[in-house]
């Protein structure tokens, strides 16, 4: 039986998210071009809705303020504004207990935005996606 292979290529990082709308990270690494598995965590115990989390990554010179407003009157598409050109990812919306991992492509060296999108959350749960 062949063991896994650990593929350095792939930058796997998970972020966490408790009841108290706090990321344990501030700051990700990444480097251009590299493939990005991107893990969502809700350690909490508050249900979907009461409590939902996501983490959208924007593209340079979003201001996160004017996105998270806009974002904010998009309940029915998970507060992801329809035909937004300011993303470059984003997870899905999940609840306490819940996980959701993405994968993408790191674009151009630069430093980003990423922040919860749900009304609100993104005063506290936000940061900086640094791709060199």
Do not use: W
Request: hydrophobic share 40%; proline share 3%.
């Amino acid at each position: 039986m062949e063991g896994k292979k650990k593929d350095d290529n792939v930058a796997n990082i998970v972020l966490t998210a408790d009841d108290f709308m706090k990321f344990n990270k501030t700051e990700i690494k990444v480097k251009s071009g590299q493939k990005v598995k991107l893990t969502l965590r809700h350690i909490g115990k508050l249900d979907k809705n009461v409590m939902d989390y996501n983490v959208v990554i924007l593209k340079k010179d979003v201001y996160p303020v004017k996105f998270a407003a806009i974002a904010a009157i998009e309940r029915d598409n998970e507060y992801i504004p329809k035909d937004s050109q300011d993303i470059i990812v984003y997870t899905k919306l999940i609840g306490g207990g819940e996980t959701t991992v993405i994968e993408f492509d790191a674009p151009e060296a630069g430093t980003y935005e990423f922040l919860c999108s749900f009304p609100a959350h993104f005063a506290m749960m936000r940061g900086k996606f640094i791709v060199e």
